[in-house]
């Protein structure tokens, strides 16, 4: 029997969207990466937001294109809570597909 070992990729600085694409436009099946940690809505949220305005206009970027990957197929999103208020965003890759030849190449334009 083979066991299966799953590794999330947990990056030590804030992602950017740009990170996020060229991850996603590379993911195999399966791959995992945690895109935030905290509370994604309040992140991105002037007066509740403990970010500065740059690093909450990039959040609320990548988490528009966390969404729009997903739409396209790309990834499932999933959340793990961690705590009150602290949640884990994870962007898990999905295989890629006919269908899904243009995403990819505009997210690889993105990272370029």
């Not at 590794?7 to 995992?32: H, M, N, S, Y």
């Not at 739409?71 to 994870?90: A, I, K, M, N, T």
Request: include cysteine; hydrophobic fraction near 45%.
């Amino acid at each position: 029997m083979t066991i299966a070992t799953i590794t999330t990729i947990r990056p030590k600085a804030p992602l950017t969207e740009i990170q996020f694409c060229a991850w996603v436009a590379q993911a195999l099946p399966g791959d995992r990466l945690e895109y935030h940690r905290g509370f994604l809505v309040l992140d991105t949220f002037p007066g509740l937001s403990k970010l500065g305005d740059n690093e909450r206009t990039e959040l609320a970027l990548l988490g528009k294109r966390a969404f729009w990957t997903e739409g396209q197929g790309l990834v499932h999103l999933v959340q793990e809570r961690l705590g009150p208020d602290l949640f884990s965003y994870l962007a898990i890759a999905r295989p890629k597909t006919r269908g899904t030849n243009e995403a990819v190449t505009q997210l690889a334009a993105v990272a370029a």
